[in-house]
């Protein structure tokens, strides 16, 4: 079965420094890996995606993401962090069936404090 | 583009009665679309998966008979908490693809989500 683990459960960084919001996966067959991030008492947004080509992947708001086939890894980072950049972030695979539904790990609360 | 819409975004409800909650799709058709719960402790929980025009497939372990899905159509889908009991209190978010299977690997647009609160 398709997983996905975010092994932390918070982040803390400074406004300015570089983040990283780890993401490790399992899959049979090729990874079709996503990130999201959500606010407060919001749904989900759409960060960025990996299907295939370019291992670094850019997406959203500054945001980039690594995928890396032998540490099974797709990293989420950002070179300088802003107090907005403030939420829980969802790293997601979509799963192997043929419904395209996606299976989130347990997120991970990134906080950026000024 | 590709925006969902859920509705309501919180509700109070007592205890054994039911509460429907609506996803639409505004600008887009969805023939799937999927219904999550999320705990407090952040993770997102996969109910079921809505078919337009046919009926729901249920994740294990979720009750088809309190959770009930209707996709009546390619804009819209609805998720019905039957008889709710206190411990169904939970944030419920409702997501759509847009296009066929051959987009599956297009991202899931997500509404804002449904504060469910039983007494």
Not at chain 2, 23 to 43: E, G, I
Request: with cysteine.
């Amino acid at each position: 079965a398709q997983s996905v683990a975010q092994p932390e459960d918070q982040v803390n960084v400074a406004e300015g420094n570089p983040l990283t919001v780890k993401c490790t996966y399992s899959v049979s067959g090729n990874p079709y890996l996503f990130w999201y991030v959500q606010y407060p008492n919001r749904g989900l947004q759409f960060l960025l995606k990996y299907i295939t080509g370019d291992n670094l992947v850019k997406g959203s708001y500054g945001f980039e993401a690594e995928f890396n086939k032998s540490q099974t890894s797709f990293h989420l980072k950002k070179p300088s962090a802003l107090v907005s950049d403030s939420a829980l972030y969802f790293c997601a695979v979509r799963d192997s069936g043929n419904t395209g539904k996606l299976i989130f790990g347990q997120g991970t609360t990134l906080q950026v404090k000024p | 583009g590709a925006v969902v819409s859920q509705h309501p975004s919180r509700v109070i409800c007592k205890s054994g009665t039911s509460v429907k909650i609506e996803c639409r799709s505004l600008d887009f058709q969805a023939t799937t679309m999927f219904w999550y719960r999320q705990f407090p402790k952040k993770s997102l929980m996969l109910m079921a998966t809505s078919n337009e025009g046919s009926k729901a497939t249920y994740e294990q372990g979720v009750e088809k008979d309190k959770f009930l899905i209707n996709h009546a159509s390619l804009t819209l889908s609805t998720l019905t908490v039957t008889s709710a009991h206190p411990e169904d209190s939970s944030f419920y978010i409702c997501s759509a693809r847009a296009g066929s299977r051959s987009s599956y690997n297009s991202p899931l647009h997500f509404g804002n989500g449904t504060r469910l609160t039983v007494t």
